[in-house]
């Protein structure tokens, strides 16, 4: 009786750790978000990115001017320095695609599949996440851009250049 007690107990911690671990969604990397999301028809979204700084991002802390940015933080080396990635390597195992789309949208693992994806209440679901409105998507850009580096931010015109909207039907 005691040891199906104990060996109940080893498969049911076994069962939760493997639920835990497959309800972790993992970043796919911008790669993944290409396949997709670089016709006219899905609204050009990948080479609107891939054109735009935060596509650069993480290049930009080898720059002469991170490095001023980083000695006046006191930071030694801006391209491994948490300060720096969080906003200009988010995604830490894609850090080297500066911004990438999963950091604004959320971990793809469990969205990126094209069924899950062309239904967008069940992407959503599965982790999508989708900025709900300009004030929505303001708050969520001046997480890194609020005063960065002493530089004024102009949502307005920094949106222009970087909205991605699927084309209306």
């Given amino acids: ?10 498969v049911l911690v076994f069962a939760l750790a493997v639920t835990a671990y497959a309800q972790t969604p993992t970043y796919v990397g911008s790669g993944k978000c290409q396949i997709c999301h670089k016709t006219e028809k899905q609204g050009q979204q990948y080479p ?5 700084n935060h596509a650069k991002a993480f290049a930009a802390l080898s720059s002469p001017g991170a490095a001023a940015n980083a000695q006046a933080l006191g930071v030694q080396d801006p391209t ?5 990635l969080k906003c200009h390597g988010p995604v830490a ?3 080297a695609e500066g911004v990438t789309c999963e950091a604004c949208h959320g971990a793809g693992s469990d969205y990126k599949a094209l069924g899950v994806m062309k239904a967008k209440d069940e992407a959503i679901k599965k982790g999508l996440k ?10 969520w850009c001046l997480t890194c851009h609020k005063d960065a580096h002493g530089k004024s931010f102009d949502f307005t015109a920094a949106w222009d250049k970087i909205k991605h909207p699927i084309p209306a039907k």
Avoid at 48 to 52: F, N, T, V
């Fill in 1 to 10: 009786m005691k040891n199906k007690l104990i060996i109940g107990l080893v």
């Fill in 130 to 139: 989708i900025l709900d409105g300009p004030e929505a998507i303001k708050t």
């Fill in 93 to 95: 195992e894609f850090k």
């Fill in 48 to 52: 609107i990115w891939e054109k735009s």
């Fill in 80 to 84: 491994t320095d948490s300060k720096c």
